[in-house]
T-cell receptor, first 115, second 108 residues
């Protein structure tokens, strides 16, 4: 597609429930990234995919967080047993390849609220 | 550990004034990027600086990269309300590491 698409745009969930967030990157972009942004804050790196492998998942905050990517396409970020501190905007970005000076194209994010 | 420090955290100015945002790093990155983010949207790339001492101009925006490639600044001349947003600097190796951002408000 023309841009990075994320769904849902908003998600309200009860504490303890599992959630799945989806990212459709730009076609042909081999690198895909997930970031988390708390209110008024900068972006916190979660995980980096090159193709469908994840050479860097060092930013995942706990084992409740996992992510996968199908080929060089869709990625899903799963949060199990959600906690209130998981409330944030989750942003996905793609780029031609890792380390590209062309920069990242970001989606509009999924705003997750855990109540 | 925050690799990139941005200052100030907040900046509120009147339309027509100038402003400067600073970004300082404890590490050397292969390049540094500036993004602008509006509420409810993802960040949008403004510029990439690669070479130490580099200066890039984008209309009223001037970006500088320090000689040691560890610091950068963004200067906006004659700010307009449309410049309002969160300005983020980010250092690039194979992934982007972001600063906490500077929230800029330009009052009409």
């Amino acid at each position: 597609g023309a841009g990075v698409s994320q769904s849902p745009s908003n998600k309200v969930t009860e504490k303890g429930k599992d959630v799945e967030l989806r990212c459709d990157p730009i076609s042909g972009h081999t690198a895909l990234y997930w970031y988390r942004q708390r209110l008024g804050q900068g972006l916190e790196f979660l995980i980096y995919f090159q193709g469908n492998s994840a050479p860097d998942k060092s930013g995942l905050p706990s084992d409740r967080f996992s992510a996968e990517r199908t080929g060089e396409s869709v990625s899903t970020l799963t949060i199990q047993r959600t906690q209130q501190e998981d409330s944030a905007v989750y942003l996905c970005a793609s780029s031609l390849y890792g380390g590209s000076d062309y920069g990242y194209t970001f989606g509009s994010g999924t705003r997750l609220t855990v109540v | 550990t925050q690799l990139l420090e941005q200052s100030p955290q907040f900046l509120s100015i009147q339309e027509g004034e100038n402003l400067t945002v600073y970004c300082n790093s404890s590490s050397v990155f292969s390049s540094l990027q500036w993004y602008r983010q509006e509420p409810g949207e993802g960040p949008v790339l403004l510029v990439t600086v690669v070479t130490g001492g580099e200066v890039k101009k984008l209309k009223r925006l001037t970006f500088q990269f320090g000689d040691a490639r560890k610091d950068s600044s963004l200067h906006i001349t004659a700010a307009q309300p449309g410049d309002t947003g969160l300005y983020l600097c980010a250092g690039l190796d194979y992934k982007l590491s972001f600063g906490a951002g500077t929230t800029v408000t330009v009052r009409a």
